[in-house]
């Protein structure tokens, strides 16, 4: 006979023969019924006897974390991505399909698994399956939390305690499958999903020894172990937690050496996808071809090239990082489930220390990695969401258990609350998560067939990994690209850059830029927009134009002639953001700065010099064409509306120019304004906020302390700091509108001058939470708090500074526009308030 204890339940095993197992009865302070194949078992005052309507223990959670699968599976499937995204997404839909090699660290079992699911799940194009992969992998993911919670729950005697267990595994399942992060990493193809798979696979498997008792189990644990090394190091994260779990639970096992080598050999096997490397590199069609070399295969498989990512924070920052991640926990969770999730693991420590312990290191493993990391850290969340939501399960379990005395509704209560508010949370997400009309790749691919092929331009397309993976999904799956005699990729990288690849290209070929480039555009070149092209011209920019709206001998104080303007013709919505295109040219050199405003209806935006070309720079004759984007407000009332355009001498006040008509105002069209769901609450956000910054987040709260002195918002009087010492900032960000592109953060120490000092400059919560990853990630109503920890340089002369904020793009560097609530441009930049630095 064996006696285990799993928290307050003993667990006996009885043997008839070695190594045959009888009868496995559960008791506590209740009746007692066994799990035999001989039939359920009940023990009572001593007497056994047949409970023959007792379903199985098992078909319960089991049948359970099957419908949870189904509901996850359908509900990703209907938000699913259509076709490809930008970036990562579209090679992990290419890479299988050509049994190619994909970026560090290889993705060896991913590739092989989509690979096949590619040629036998024949439904749709092959990136819309690949896509369904990770629909596929998610509903898993959500299954397995719904086993899980049901394992490491109490297994208590009676009806409703098995109800009970069983409601609160479907509360950890919905609340996982309702995260922002898994359901965006479920509706697009991509490695990381699969990861958090493979690791909730691994807890199953480890839960399912540690009640059976069989060693095939841990067997099956070390080959999925070997699986997941050769599909993403993140899952290695885990093992420790894994090893001392099974240590403490039998620490027999190592005294036992052949249940060892067994699993060695086990893991060994897991690794067997690492063979593809080898054997395909030498013939692969896209990917590095030197992997059959011990040196080749060490550097990709290890992400050696990587590794700058990692372990980037000091223990300074552990604070803030700690922060960070509560941050990003809520945004998932809420308080109120992370409240249960406390409780769950309060509950598990108490009553299943060893588990306990299992979830602790395993938690504490993955967060101390994520937490150092500033690339993927929402990719590598997933296996702690996952570790959290069975901890929320069990405190729903424990709050229902609580409220059992006080009668059968509020039992229910406790239960269908939750369920009811994740319905609810869920239905909210659909429409600001779901990417079921996302086809901005697939229409970057479709404008450059259309604008290149057969044109026998060989022009060049200098570009970033992110725009060109769609490409390479048509060239090398669907093979619908312009030929290389029509359009020539040139794929920008720390070797190849941007004003090199430019330098390379421009004199034997028409060179255009996948993204606005400071860079390129401070060396003389003009960029001019064409469609969502950036075409590089060698000054003079004499090429001829056919702007939408064309202008004849139309001047501006008879320095500057329009040439025309290009402007949407679709109606607009409320908080939108939209391009205006003005197109003109000098005959003389100028030494004044003309600028353009717009004004729509009653609204008016005096566009910032950041990124621009300004008139001194125009050569006599050229054509210049720059871009500026007009912000409707949030709060402006549907209808028909005036736009208009004006300019203004730029110095130390602002002189209004006259156009040769003899007005000051120049009519371009009128433009609709439609309804947006949910610009009423923007608009809201908006007039109680600091700034807001491009129509797309607001800077809601600031917080500053220096020692004990402490800042809040916007402050007049001076903050002192010593110079070598740190500030603590704190902004508080609240998200109006999907963003357009990936934003980072300035932060900057100026003196009276403008001058920088000190400047920081970094993706929001320290690389944890970008913007746009592919396809916008921050969703309209979020809200953080950002933590910046900013040491003053020593060599700071002391004086008085002003501590200066906005946001940039990330690729273009251009700064996004800030506006006051009445929807009129203030500048680029917001002043939070003066900083006296002393010695």
């Known amino acids: 006979m064996h006696e285990d204890y799993i928290g307050s339940a003993r667990q006996i095993k009885l043997y008839w023969l070695p190594g045959r197992r009888i009868a496995g009865l559960w008791c506590g302070s209740s009746p007692c019924y066994n799990a035999s194949p001989m039939g359920p078992v009940m023990i009572s005052a001593g007497r056994a006897h047949d409970d023959p309507g007792r379903?199985?223990?098992?078909?319960?959670?089991?049948?359970?974390?099957?419908?949870?699968?189904?509901?996850?599976?359908?509900?990703?499937?209907?938000?699913l991505a259509p076709g490809t995204v930008f970036g990562d997404p579209s090679e992990y839909q290419f890479i299988p399909a050509v049994w190619g090699i994909a970026h560090p660290p290889g993705y060896a079992f991913y590739t092989i698994v989509a690979g096949l699911w590619q040629r036998l799940i024949a439904i749709g194009s092959v990136a819309y399956r690949t896509n369904l992969l990770a629909a596929c992998a998610g509903a898993w993911t959500v299954s397995r939390v719904v086993l899980l919670t049901a394992s490491v729950g109490r297994d208590p005697a009676g009806d409703a305690g098995r109800r009970r267990v069983s409601f609160?595994?479907?509360?950890?399942?919905?609340?996982?499958?309702?995260?922002?992060?898994?359901?965006?990493?479920?509706?697009?193809?991509?490695?990381?999903?699969?990861?958090?798979?493979?690791?909730?696979?691994?807890?199953?498997?480890?839960?399912?020894?540690?009640?059976?008792?069989?060693?095939?189990?841990?067997?099956?644990?070390?080959?999925?172990?070997?699986?997941?090394?050769?599909?993403?190091?993140?899952?290695?994260?885990?093992?420790?937690?894994?090893?001392?779990?099974?240590?403490?639970?039998?620490?027999?096992?190592?005294?036992?050496?052949?249940?060892?080598?067994?699993?060695?050999?086990?893991?060994?096997?897991?690794?067997?996808?690492?063979l593809y490397f080898p054997l395909r590199s030498a013939n692969v069609p896209f990917g590095p071809s030197d992997m059959a070399?011990?040196?080749?295969?060490?550097?990709?498989?290890?992400?050696?090239?990587?590794?700058?990512?990692?372990?980037?924070?000091?223990?300074?920052?552990?604070?803030?990082?700690?922060?960070?991640?509560?941050?990003?926990?809520?945004?998932?969770?809420?308080?109120?489930?992370?409240?249960?999730?406390?409780?769950?693991a309060l509950h598990l420590l108490i009553e299943r220390p060893k588990v306990g312990v299992l979830w602790g290191l395993f938690l504490l493993g993955h967060l101390g990695f994520t937490m150092n990391s500033v690339q993927d850290v929402m990719a590598y969340l997933l296996h702690a969401l996952v570790a959290l939501a069975v901890l929320i399960g069990l405190g729903v379990e424990i709050l229902a258990r609580a409220l059992a005395p006080s009668g059968v509704w509020a039992r229910r209560a406790a239960i269908l609350l939750p369920i009811v508010i994740l319905i609810i949370r869920g239905t909210g997400l659909f429409p600001a998560i779901s990417l079921s009309s996302w086809r901005a790749a697939d229409d970057f691919v479709e404008e450059l067939r259309v604008r290149f092929s057969g044109t026998g331009a060989s022009a060049a397309l200098v570009s970033d990994w992110e725009h060109l993976t769609p490409y390479f999904y048509e060239q090398y799956v669907e093979g619908r690209v312009p030929a290389q005699q029509d359009l020539r990729p040139v794929y920008v990288t720390g070797a190849t850059p941007w004003v090199e690849s430019v330098y390379a290209n421009l004199p034997l070929r028409p060179t255009y830029l996948t993204n606005y480039r400071r860079d390129v555009r401070e060396l003389g070149f003009r960029l001019r927009p064409v469609g969502t092209l950036w075409q590089v011209l060698e000054p003079p920019a004499v090429e001829a134009v056919s702007p939408l709206i064309p202008f004849t001998r139309l001047s501006v104080d008879g320095a500057l002639t329009l040439l025309g303007v290009d402007l949407p013709t679709d109606p607009v919505r409320q908080g939108d953001v939209f391009p205006v295109i003005v197109y003109a040219s000098v005959a003389t050199t100028q030494t004044r700065i003309l600028m353009p405003y717009g004004v729509l209806g009653d609204v008016v935006q005096h566009w910032t010099t950041d990124s621009r070309r300004l008139t001194p720079e125009w050569l006599p004759g050229e054509i210049i064409a720059e871009q500026y984007e007009v912000f409707v407000p949030f709060d402006l009332l549907p209808g028909s509306y005036a736009l208009q355009l004006g300019y203004v001498e730029m110095g130390a006040e602002q002189r209004q120019l006259v156009f040769s008509t003899g007005d000051v105002s120049l009519p371009l069209g009128i433009l609709e304004v439609v309804a947006q769901a949910g610009s009423d609450r923007s608009a809201s956000v908006v007039r109680h906020a600091i700034t807001n910054i491009g129509n797309e987040v607001a800077l809601a709260s600031a917080r500053v302390r220096s020692g004990t002195a402490l800042r809040w918002g916007a402050w007049d009087r001076p903050l002192g700091v010593?110079?070598?010492?740190?500030?603590?900032?704190?902004?508080?960000?609240?998200?109006?509108?999907?963003?357009?592109?990936?934003?980072?953060?300035?932060?900057?120490?100026?003196?009276?001058?403008?001058?920088?000092?000190f400047g920081h400059d970094y993706t929001p919560l320290g690389g944890a939470f970008p913007s746009y990853l592919w396809f916008p990630k921050w969703l309209p109503g979020q809200r953080v708090q950002d933590p910046y920890r900013l040491v003053i340089p020593a060599n700071t002369p002391p004086g008085q500074y002003w501590l200066e904020v906005g946001m940039y793009e990330m690729g273009s560097i251009r700064r996004i526009p800030q506006l006051g609530t009445d929807g009129t441009m203030t500048g680029d930049r917001y002043i939070l308030g003066p900083v006296e630095v002393r010695p």
């Open 55 to 79: 379903p199985r223990r098992l078909s319960g959670p089991r049948g359970l974390a099957a419908a949870a699968f189904v509901v996850g599976f359908a509900l990703y499937t209907a938000s």
């Open 168 to 274: 609160a595994a479907l509360v950890a399942g919905l609340a996982v499958m309702l995260t922002p992060d898994l359901w965006q990493h479920s509706i697009h193809a991509n490695a990381h999903i699969l990861s958090a798979a493979i690791t909730a696979t691994q807890l199953s498997v480890l839960l399912r020894w540690y009640r059976d008792n069989e060693a095939k189990w841990l067997l099956a644990l070390a080959f999925l172990v070997g699986l997941g090394v050769t599909h993403h190091p993140i899952t290695v994260l885990g093992v420790p937690a894994y090893g001392a779990f099974i240590l403490l639970h039998r620490p027999v096992m190592l005294r036992q050496p052949g249940t060892l080598v067994l699993g060695l050999i086990a893991g060994v096997l897991g690794l067997s996808p690492w």
């Open 293 to 344: 070399t011990w040196e080749g295969f060490v550097r990709h498989a290890t992400a050696q090239g990587l590794r700058v990512n990692l372990f980037h924070f000091g223990l300074a920052d552990l604070p803030d990082r700690s922060y960070v991640f509560l941050q990003l926990a809520r945004l998932q969770y809420g308080w109120v489930l992370l409240g249960l999730a406390l409780f769950g």
């Open 722 to 757: 010593k110079a070598g010492q740190p500030l603590h900032l704190t902004l508080g960000w609240e998200v109006l509108a999907q963003p357009r592109a990936s934003y980072t953060v300035f932060i900057h120490l100026i003196d009276a001058e403008g001058r920088p000092w």
